[in-house]
């Protein structure tokens, strides 16, 4: 999640009931999308009311759970639900024009009046002083606190942002991927070096504190993989 599409920013990782993987984005977005020149295949997408989400899949790529937030992939482990965020709290994102930038919750019953659909005052609305949280290009992009998946943008209000809170994925048949692979039960030589002392250590961070602040670069982990 959080690549630069040829139009809007990619979402987080998801599995499909049937057990196929894809990436998310703003579902005003093309259909048509490709990343890096590969085209990525429309599976469906849900627009308006409380909806604004499409998925693709990535056959010639690996989906994780991994996001991207401008200075490395974070992992995700948990998502949390439009019900249990709250007004005032501390939320980061990462858009292809924007980048990476946080900020408050000011509404989490936002009604959009983007025309072309009636909306539901579902959306959240996020805000910073002086701060532009969302421009044309962002769309799609992952929203987050630590390593739980909280949206994916909608939309802009000037400097502030909207997005649509990652539970209503469901209406696809969608999860987010938020399961930990660890590379020493894979590779069993490495893991009886960590076990034995060796200096060889788990590229895998732990999660990250959810209250800590989240504006360091220190929360984001490099990609580990080649």
Request: hydrophobic share 30%; with cysteine; net charge negative.
């Given at each position: 999640?959080?690549?630069?599409l040829s139009e ?5 990782s998801v599995i ?112 910073h002083d002086g ?96």
């Amino acid at each position: 999640g959080g690549l630069a599409l040829s139009e809007c920013t990619s979402g987080f990782s998801v599995i499909h009931t049937s057990g196929e993987k894809g990436i998310l984005t703003a579902a005003h977005c093309a259909n048509e999308l490709s990343y890096n020149g590969t085209d990525l295949d429309f599976k469906g997408s849900a627009e308006g009311g409380s909806y604004d989400v499409q998925w693709h899949t990535a056959p010639e790529f690996t989906v994780r759970n991994l996001a991207y937030d401008g200075s490395g992939n974070r992992y995700i482990y948990s998502t949390k639900h439009r019900d249990n965020q709250a007004v005032n709290e501390w939320v980061c994102k990462y858009g292809k024009i924007t980048g990476y930038e946080c900020g408050n919750i000011i509404d989490k019953n936002y009604q959009s009046t983007v025309p072309g659909h009636t909306w539901s005052p579902t959306f959240i609305r996020v805000h910073h002083d002086g701060v532009d949280l969302s421009d044309q290009g962002d769309s799609g992009g992952p929203w987050f606190r630590g390593n739980t998946a909280y949206g994916i943008m909608k939309s802009e209000i000037g400097d502030d942002a909207v997005y649509m809170a990652i539970n209503y994925i469901d209406i696809l048949d969608l999860k987010v991927i938020t399961n930990r692979v660890y590379l020493p039960l894979i590779l069993k030589d490495v893991q009886s070096q960590i076990m034995s002392g060796s200096e060889n250590t788990i590229p895998y961070p732990p999660p990250i504190d959810e209250s800590a602040p989240i504006e360091f670069p220190s929360e984001s982990q490099p990609n580990p993989y080649p």
